[in-house]
């Protein structure tokens, strides 16, 4: 499976760093994924932490387990992780986990 894909530089505008992924997030992918993310979430001027996921069609544990690293870092800067444009699997995966009441989603991506 091929890795997601990043753009070069992340849209950053008043705090929120909007990050689009393209391709699975899954135990094969999430550890060079990780550390650009975790980069991104680091940042002092960050407040949202946005991860665009329409074009994520897989998401397991091992990416579940990478997006739990990232809100705790974010939370613990008074910073937040938003996901936007899950597929139903995903919506499913973070529902069961309860991890839907602590990370905000949305439907679409803000433009």
């Not at 997030?25 to 979430?41: E, I, M």
């Not at 069961?96 to 433009?111: S, V, W």
């Amino acid at each position: 499976m091929a890795a997601p894909v990043l753009p070069r530089k992340p849209l950053i505008r008043d705090g929120v760093v909007t990050v689009v992924l393209e391709g699975p997030v899954d135990l094969t992918s999430v550890p060079g994924l990780r550390n650009r993310l975790l980069g991104y979430a680091k940042k002092r001027e960050t407040r949202v932490l946005s991860l665009d996921m329409v074009r994520v069609p897989q998401l397991d544990t091992a990416g579940m387990a990478m997006l739990v690293e990232l809100w705790r870092g974010l939370v613990a800067h008074d910073a937040s992780l938003r996901l936007t444009g899950l597929s139903e699997n995903a919506r499913r995966l973070l529902h069961l986990a309860g991890l839907d009441q602590i990370m905000t989603t949305e439907d679409a991506p803000h433009e």
